[in-house]
C-alpha cells in the first residue's frame, strides 16, 4: 500500500479535514493508498477556539515544532496531500521545506485563505506575506480548489488546477427520517467562526418567528443559551444527522466579499443532502449551487429574505418539491459517488 502525508490544519473537529480528506479514505484505500492524518493544530486546541478561550503561546509553538518534524520524515512517503500551507503566518521560505523532503504534493484550499495574507491585517503582513502562498502552490504538482474562484487565482502559477467541490456521502444522509413537530424548524447549521454572517438577520428572524408561529433552530454557533423561540444546540459529529432532521428550512446567509466568494457551500450542500429546501445569499458558489426558484432561493435584500421565508414555511408542499430537486442537484454533483474517482485519478496519476 502506498501512503498519503495528510497535512491538514486542523483534525477532524474540522468540517474541512473531514470533507476534503477522510471522507475519500474508503475510495483511495481501494485503490491502494493509505491516508496518514498529521494535523497542524488537535482537537483540544480547535475545542478553545471556537468556545474563544485563551490559547496558550507554547500550545502553538509545540505545533509549530511538531509540524516541523513531520516534514523532515515526509520523504518516507509516497505522496503529500497539504491543506492551504505548511507553516501558516511563517514567510515563504519555510514554504521551500517540504518540496525539498517530497515533491510529490497535491494541494487542496476549500477557503478564500490567500486574502488572509493580500488582502487582511496590516501593511507589513501585506507586504511581507501577500504572496507566500505563491511559493506553496508553485512547488505542488496539483492543486485541487474547492470552487471557480479558488481556481481562478491558483491557475496564474499552476497549470495543473482541478475544481473538487466540497461533497457529502450520501449514503450517510440516506439515513435521515424526518422529525414531526407541531411547529416548523428555520434552521442553521455551522460553527462559531461563521455564525457572525447570521447575527445580522436575528432581528428580522425573531420577528418572524413570532408573526408565523415557527422556530428558530441554530447548531453549531457556540451560543448555549436558549431564548424564547431561538434554540441553540452544540454541534457534534454523532448527533449531525439527528439535528438536520429536525430542520425544515435551511438558511446561509453571506456578505459580498473577497473571503465569503472562496466559500465552498458546504452548509447548503448539507441541507440539500438532507432534502431541506434552502434560502441563501447569491454570493459566490451559492449562486451555483442553488438554481433560484428550482431547488431552492437566493435572497438579496431583507425583503427577498423575510418574502422566501414566509414562502415556504406557509407552503408544505412548495418545502417538499423543493427538497427532492436540492436533494437530487447533491446525488448529481455535489455527492462523494460523485467525485470520488476524480480525486483518487490525482493520486494515481503521480508516480514515484
Known amino acids: 500500500m502506498k501512503r498519503i502525508l495528510v497535512l491538514s490544519r486542523y483534525d477532524n473537529l474540522a468540517a474541512s479535514a473531514r470533507q476534503r480528506f477522510q471522507l475519500y479514505e474508503d475510495a483511495l484505500k481501494e485503490q491502494g493508498f493509505i ?81 488572509k495574507y493580500d488582502d487582511w491585517g496590516n501593511f507589513l503582513i501585506k507586504k511581507i506575506l501577500g504572496k507566500k502562498l505563491d511559493t506553496v502552490i508553485s512547488n505542488a504538482q496539483f492543486v485541487i480548489c474547492g470552487n471557480e474562484y479558488i481556481e481562478t487565482w491558483a491557475r496564474r502559477l499552476s ?53 408565523y408561529n415557527f422556530k428558530f433552530l441554530a447548531i453549531g454557533s457556540g451560543i448555549t443559551l436558549d431564548s424564547g423561540t431561538f434554540t441553540f444546540r452544540d454541534w457534534s459529529e454523532d448527533s449531525e444527522i439527528s439535528d438536520l432532521s429536525e430542520i425544515d428550512i435551511g438558511i446561509m446567509p453571506l456578505p459580498n466579499d473577497k473571503w465569503a466568494n472562496g466559500k465552498c ?3 447548503i450542500i448539507q441541507y440539500m443532502a438532507s432534502s431541506i429546501p434552502v434560502v441563501a445569499s447569491p454570493v459566490g458558489v451559492n ?56 480525486v483518487t485519478s490525482i493520486f494515481n496519476s503521480i508516480s514515484k
Open 35 to 115: 491516508l496518514v492524518h498529521k494535523p497542524l493544530f488537535s482537537n483540544s486546541y480547535l475545542k478553545k477556539l471556537f468556545s474563544r478561550q485563551k490559547i496558550n503561546p507554547l500550545v502553538v509553538i509545540f505545533a509549530y515544532i511538531k509540524r516541523f518534524f513531520v516534514i523532515l520524515y515526509a520523504g518516507k512517503y509516497d505522496r503529500v496531500w497539504l491543506q492551504y500551507e505548511s507553516f501558516p503566518y511563517l514567510p515563504a521560505f519555510t514554504e521551500k521545506l517540504l518540496p525539498s523532503f517530497n515533491k510529490h504534493i497535491v494541494c487542496d484550499y476549500d477557503d478564500a485563505i490567500f486574502h
Open 159 to 211: 497549470s495543473n488546477t482541478i475544481i473538487i467541490p466540497t461533497v457529502v456521502s450520501c449514503q450517510r444522509y440516506e439515513k435521515i427520517i424526518k422529525k414531526e413537530s407541531p411547529l416548523i424548524n428555520l434552521g442553521w447549521i455551522g460553527s462559531p467562526a461563521t455564525w457572525c454572517y447570521v447575527e445580522p438577520y436575528l432581528d428580522l428572524i425573531e420577528k418572524l418567528t413570532k408573526e
Open 265 to 267: 457551500g458546504y452548509k
Open 287 to 342: 449562486s451555483k449551487l442553488i438554481s433560484h426558484n428550482e431547488n431552492g432561493f437566493l435572497a438579496s435584500t431583507n425583503d427577498d429574505w423575510k418574502n422566501y421565508i414566509i414562502k415556504l414555511v406557509k407552503n408544505v408542499e412548495l418545502r417538499k418539491s423543493i427538497g427532492v430537486a436540492a436533494k437530487k442537484n447533491i446525488q448529481t454533483f455535489y455527492s462523494l459517488e460523485s467525485q470520488h474517482k476524480r
